[in-house]
Nanobody
Framework: QVQLVESGGGLVQAGESLALSCAAS????????MGWYRQAPGNQRELVAA???????NYADSVKGRFTISRDNANNTVYLRMNSLKPEDTGVYYC???????????????WGQGTQVTVSS
């Protein structure tokens, strides 16, 4: 069983910074990608940033230049550094993992429990 534990988040003012982290545990054979999604009230969940096993990164246009995703492969942990936060960044941020557990030949998508990020104007 693969589990994701998120930490970070909170309430900040516009222009400030926050950092999120997400640690994956369990019997993981291979991780294909790790990333962060967010969901604002009334909106669909959207991709914020992702990183693949080849260290390629992908960002939503709205966060390019402000957010940085990184990962610690040794500890199966992904981070999201968020600078110059804006009120529109407010939402629940979910960690995402595409991984193959040791007990399977297939790749599955796993989700963290979500952490609230609120940016006040």
């Amino acid at each position: 069983q693969v589990q994701l534990v998120e930490s970070g988040g909170g309430l900040v003012q516009a222009g400030e910074s926050l950092a999120l982290s997400c640690a994956a545990s369990g019997t993981i054979f291979r991780i294909n990608a790790m990333g962060w999604y967010r969901q604002a009230p009334g909106n669909q969940r959207e991709l914020v940033a992702a990183t693949t096993s080849g260290d390629r990164t992908n960002y939503a246009d709205s966060v390019k230049g402000r957010f940085t995703i990184s990962r610690d492969n040794a500890n199966n942990t992904v981070y999201l550094r968020m600078n110059s936060l804006k009120p529109e960044d407010t939402g629940v941020y979910y960690c995402n993992l595409d991984a193959q557990p040791r007990s399977s030949h297939y790749v599955y998508r796993y989700w963290g429990q979500g952490t609230q990020v609120t940016v006040s104007s």
